[in-house]
């Protein structure tokens, strides 16, 4: 089943990619290249899953992880990591603060799609 | 003064008992007279009255005048002798007796004169005896003293009270310069103190030292095999690694504890900046990589994409791919600064690196080298991997270029240089080929350092340049090194005894009761002084004269820290009086761009801080000090002594208590007198020499000699 996913990353090259593999998942698809833009589209675009790079501009992919854990209203989106911060202690970190699922740059775009679509399908299993 | 008043005193005693004795004759001889004979004395005596008193008034001043020449030619020149010769067997055996008048006392003065002078050379026998004996403690002492002055760390030693005992240069640097002037750095004013006898938690947090003086007493108690303590402080804005390492005495028992200081600052800073750029360089490699292998996957996973979309994905690999090779060189560029900080040299013959190199070269370039054997002893300071890869890298581009094999070795001194000739036969060697090599990096094969050419070249401080002799088709390439005069020996240098500065070791302060016990029952010679002049703009404070200059050294167990010196001349705002010019020398233009009194003195009070303060005639610089309590809100709490009140207890009977009088008398030299820190030290000198004299007259601890002091006719004199 398709779902709403939201791509926040302020490098132009992995989101080109990004989004083309998405649109191929079936998937619709919003843009943010910082930490402003992606709050805003989180309230316009009510994604389903939000693919999220942690340094970013503005607000930084961590504290936009927690501002979603926070707030009830967005309590079923699903958050994806997707960051080159690859120690242990930065996946710690995101995990604790809520992220459904942690990936570090580089990866492998089909475990990453797999990914995601397991994530979707899980949440719409339990609603 | 007071032998005459005693004097006087028995005199009056002596002529009472004379009058009772004529008196009492007197009687006797009347209640015997018949008493007509004694109506007949009455009317004798009635008419001629001169008859019974003239004998009185002329045997009254006949004893007077007797007395007072014995008094003048005997009783005080003898005291006066007594004083003398107890100076002579105490602290001046050079002292000598002024001949008097009288003839008796002249003999004997001159007497005692001839046995002092025997006194004097016998003496000074034993002293020698005692001076050689104690030169063998010394030279131990200065050998350790020189050991530490040697480590590149900061060493300071303490006792169990955190005195300090005993410190190096080096940690003198590292915790900030106690002697320093004020005007040279103000920044001095906020210099923690480091000195012999005072307290290290001026330095380090006093929690700080007593949880390593508890960790090691645990690990003793636990009989660890490790007994060192560690902490890392900033002292001075400098990041300090502090180890303590104990003192312990025969029953292995901690009596104090040394402190071993080296400074991390910039080990610190190199390893965050390199963490910094190995995470940096690690995150946006990850960045590229990512964005390669999604495009690489998005191409090859979904084939059917058009065209525009395929080339899209082929910029983003191609974009990526470069600049994931800049950011390399970039971070082997910011690399190679943060290594080159790291960069040690060490000091090697020169002859021995030709047969390095040779090893070296002929194996990684496959190329003949052949050694010139030298028996100059050369020697030079280089990082040998680095620099047997200049050479390598230049002969195997040689070799490469111009088809050369067979390379020789030679090297020899010009001037105060050291030379490394490369020669070979051949093509003569293009110049612009050296000039191409400079801003290279010396990777063959891709091995070697990140470095240049030309930073090898300045880190070396050396130079290259290329010779020819072009009819048998000889090139050079020669490299010039400073050579290196003094290379340091296997065997640590130990300086000469009397190189040594005498005032960094002192051991007896082992033996010093803690700091809480009562400064006044403590003895006069185990207290430490700060002993300090002033010179002023004139003598009257209340009327506006001001301190122009400051001087103090101080005293730790007898001992003059010379090295310790307080000197700072203070600007007093107002013009110096034209006679205080001529006493002291100092000149208006000398005092202009010095710090005030207000900033002079909270920096001398924290020097004088925990000591007894002693002047020669304190009350005169005390009364200075007073009048800028106020203004500069500095008290000075400490307990005073004063040289001349000291001195007039220990010879009531000499007139003079000036500084000079009184060095004269107990034998210490005058020099740089009327500056304030030449006073210091004559008053300084004057006060070790009174110590011991005191003694004599019972006048041990502080606070007897303080009651003594306030007895004497000089305490009266008020300015």
């Known amino acids: 089943m398709a779902g709403k996913i939201l791509i926040v990353d302020d490098e132009p090259n992995i989101v080109i990619s990004l989004e083309f593999l998405m ?30 790079d942690v340094m970013l501009p503005y607000k930084d992919g961590f504290e936009i992880c927690q501002m979603i854990r926070e707030n009830p209203k967005w309590k079923h989106i699903k958050i994806v990591m997707l ?6 202690m930065d996946i710690n970190k995101g995990l604790a603060l809520g992220a459904d699922a942690y990936i570090t740059k580089p990866f492998s775009t089909k475990e990453l799609l797999e990914k995601v679509q397991e994530i979707l399908n899980n949440s719409s299993n339990d609603a | 003064m007071k032998t005459q008043f005693n004097a006087w005193f028995w005199f009056g005693i002596i002529t009472v008992l004379l009058f009772l004795i004529f008196g009492g004759g007197a009687f006797l001889v009347w209640t015997n007279l018949q008493p007509q004979e004694k109506a007949y004395l009455l009317e004798f005596l009635s008419h001629h009255p001169a008859f019974l008193i003239t004998p009185f008034i002329l045997l009254f001043f006949a004893f007077a005048l007797v007395f007072k020449w014995l008094m003048d030619n005997y009783f005080l020149p003898l005291e006066k002798i007594l004083e003398a010769l107890k100076i002579i067997r105490t602290v001046n055996p050079s002292h000598r007796i002024k001949v008097f008048t009288s003839g008796k006392l002249n003999r004997l003065a001159e007497d005692i004169n001839l046995m002092a002078s025997r006194y004097e050379e016998l003496t000074g026998r034993v002293d020698e005896m005692i001076d050689s004996a104690k030169k063998e403690v010394e030279e131990e002492k200065n050998t350790l003293a020189a050991l530490m002055s040697e480590l590149p760390d900061g060493v300071i030693v303490c006792n169990m009270e955190g005195s300090v005992l005993l410190y190096n240069q ?74 303590m390492v104990p003192v312990l005495d025969k029953g292995r028992e901690m009596n104090g504890f040394i402190l071993v200081l080296h400074n991390i600052t910039r080990e610190i800073e190199t390893y965050r900046q390199r963490d910094y750029l190995l995470q940096v360089l690690m995150e946006n490699v990850r960045a590229s990589l990512a964005s390669i292998r999604a495009a690489i996957e998005m191409i090859v996973d979904y084939p059917q994409m058009d065209t525009q979309k395929r080339d899209q994905f082929y910029d983003i690999i191609k974009m990526e791919a470069q600049r994931l090779s800049s950011e390399l060189d970039q971070t082997v560029s910011d690399f190679s600064v943060h290594f080159k900080a790291q960069w040690p040299l060490e000091n090697i013959l020169s002859s021995d690196f030709l047969f390095l190199m040779q090893r070296r070269i ?18 030079i300071n280089v990082d040998s991997y680095s ?18 094999t067979e390379f020789r070795l030679s090297t020899g001194k010009e001037k105060r240089f050291v030379y490394i000739d490369i020669r070979w036969e051949g093509p003569p060697f293009p110049r612009e080929m050296l000039a191409s090599w400079y801003g290279k990096s010396l990777l063959i094969h891709g091995e070697g350092i990140p470095f240049t050419l030309k930073e090898v070249l300045e880190r070396h401080n050396a130079e290259i340049w290329s010779l020819k002799d072009e009819e048998q088709q000889r090139n050079t390439l020669r490299i010039m090194l400073p050579e290196l005069i003094t290379p340091t020996p296997e065997v640590p240098y130990v300086k000469k005894v009397s190189e040594l500065p005498e005032e ?34 004139g003598l009257n404070p209340s009327e506006g004269d001001e301190i122009i200059s400051i001087g103090a050294v101080r005293i730790v167990n007898g001992r003059i820290l010379k090295g310790e010196i307080f000197e700072q001349l203070v600007n007093p705002g107002r013009a110096i009086s034209t006679s205080s010019v001529s006493v002291h020398g100092i000149q208006m233009s000398m005092l202009e ?72 008398r107990l034998g210490i030299p005058l020099i740089g007198r009327h500056t304030a820190v030449g006073d210091a030290l004559v008053t300084a000198e004057v006060l070790l020499k009174l110590i011991p004299l005191l003694k004599e007259k019972g006048i041990v601890t502080l606070k007897e000699a303080r009651e003594a002091s306030q007895k004497t006719l000089y305490s009266r004199l008020k300015y």
């Not at chain 1, 960051?83 to 242990?88: D, L, Y």
């Not at chain 2, 750095?185 to 000195?195: D, M, T, V």
């Not at chain 2, 002929?362 to 020697?379: K, P, R």
């Not at chain 2, 620099?387 to 050369?404: D, R, Y």
Request: charge should be negative.
């Open chain 1, 83 to 88: 960051t080159a911060k690859g120690r242990e």
């Open chain 1, 23 to 52: 649109n191929q998942g079936g998937y619709e698809i919003e843009v943010a290249r910082d930490g402003k833009q992606a709050v805003e589209a989180l309230d316009k675009f009510q994604p389903d899953l939000v693919l999220l």
């Open chain 2, 170 to 243: 080096q940690a003198r640097r590292l915790v900030g310069n106690s002697t320093q002037s004020l005007n040279q750095q103000q920044a001095s004013l906020a210099h923690p103190w480091l000195g012999i006898g005072r307290s290290i938690f001026n330095i380090f947090t006093k929690s700080m030292i007593l949880h390593a003086m508890n960790d090691l007493l645990d690990r003793l108690q636990r009989d660890s095999t490790t007994v060192t303590s560690q902490f890392v402080t900033m002292v001075n804005g400098r990041l300090l690694r502090v180890q």
């Open chain 2, 504 to 537: 960094f070791y002192d051991f007896d302060l082992f033996h010093q009761p803690g700091q809480t016990e009562e400064l006044d029952n403590k003895p006069l010679s185990e207290l430490t002084y700060t002993v300090f002049d002033t010179e002023t703009t």
């Open chain 2, 593 to 664: 761009g010095q710090p005030t009194i207000e900033e002079v003195l909270p920096v001398f009070h924290r020097y004088a801080e925990n000591t007894i303060l002693v002047a020669h005639n304190a009350a005169f610089d005390m009364r200075f000090f007073h009048i800028k309590e106020e203004e500069t809100g500095v008290v000075f709490t400490n307990p005073i002594l004063d040289t001349l009140l000291l001195s007039a207890v220990v010879h009531p009977n000499q007139e003079r208590h000036s500084l000079e009088a009184i060095a004269d």
């Open chain 2, 362 to 379: 002929s194996e990684q370039c496959q190329v003949s080298i052949s050694v010139e054997e030298t028996d100059q002893e050369l020697w």
């Open chain 2, 387 to 404: 620099f047997v890869q200049s050479c390598c890298f230049m002969i195997n581009a040689i070799k490469e270029k111009l088809e050369v």
